[in-house]
């Protein structure tokens, strides 16, 4: 298993401000995910981050609204830029089990955007 | 590509009664398969995988479930539910990593399990 610890778990920002959001994990992992839960929904993958490359975004999210760090192999940062209420969501990150597939997650951080 | 379809939004269900939260897929590839439980304001924890064998897998806290090939699906059940199993309840799938190098989850859009005293 891994731990995952993300920063900030919670904040309140105002509209056209960017927050970036911090992963760190207790292991060294090849690849790590960030999802974004918007309220009552479902978990969407916005990119997956390798280290030494630029992310892979999937299909609605891009680069500019979303740019991604991933300076080593136990860190990765998720920059929400320009936000709109529209952005208000839960983001985690996550990382995959070597063998198992499965993905453990960090607790995630909460956003309000007003 | 692969999706996932939770048929049930809700399931309400009094404590101590079965329960069974239904869950369906898609997808051209070998998968795995994956449920995970959401509760209140904290991240996902996963319930149970299946990877290959056994069709039927045990989970953490009474839970189970059955992988069906020829139905495409995935049921998630527990025979006797308690207060404390109300949570969102997500099924997930990926796509066996030695047929593709896509390795991210899909999740299906949830289901909230409410167990009434």
């Known amino acids: 298993s891994a731990v995952i610890s993300q920063k900030p778990s919670r904040d309140i920002c105002q509209r056209g401000t960017s927050l970036t959001i911090q992963c760190q994990v207790d292991?060294?992992?090849?690849?790590m995910f960030w999802y974004r839960q918007q309220p009552g929904q479902s978990l969407t993958l916005i990119a997956t981050a390798n280290q030494g490359s630029e992310a892979t975004y999937e299909s609605g999210f891009v680069i500019d609204k979303f740019p991604i760090s991933r300076p080593n192999l136990t860190f990765s940062t998720l920059t929400v830029s320009n936000m709109s209420p529209e952005d208000s969501s839960i983001y985690l990150c996550s990382v995959q089990g070597a063998y198992t597939g499965e993905l453990f997650f960090g607790e995630g951080s909460r956003l309000t955007v007003l | 590509a692969q999706s996932v379809t939770q048929l049930d939004s809700q399931v309400p269900v009094f404590e101590e009664a079965p329960v069974e939260l239904r869950c369906n897929y898609s997808s051209s590839v070998s998968v795995y398969l994956f449920w995970y439980v959401q509760y209140p304001n904290q991240g996902l924890q996963l319930l149970l995988k299946?990877?290959?064998?056994?069709?039927l897998v045990k989970g953490i806290n009474g839970f189970e479930a059955e992988f069906n090939k020829s139905q495409t699906s995935f049921h998630l059940r527990k025979p006797s539910v308690h207060i404390s199993d109300t949570a969102e309840y997500f099924c997930?799938?990926?796509?066996?990593?030695?047929?593709?190098?896509?390795?991210?989850?899909?999740f299906g859009s949830g289901t909230r399990l409410q167990v009434q005293p």
């Open positions: 997930a799938v990926s796509p066996h990593p030695m047929d593709t190098g896509r390795r991210a989850l899909t």
């Open positions: 299946y990877l290959s064998g056994s069709t």
């Open positions: 292991s060294q992992v090849t690849m």
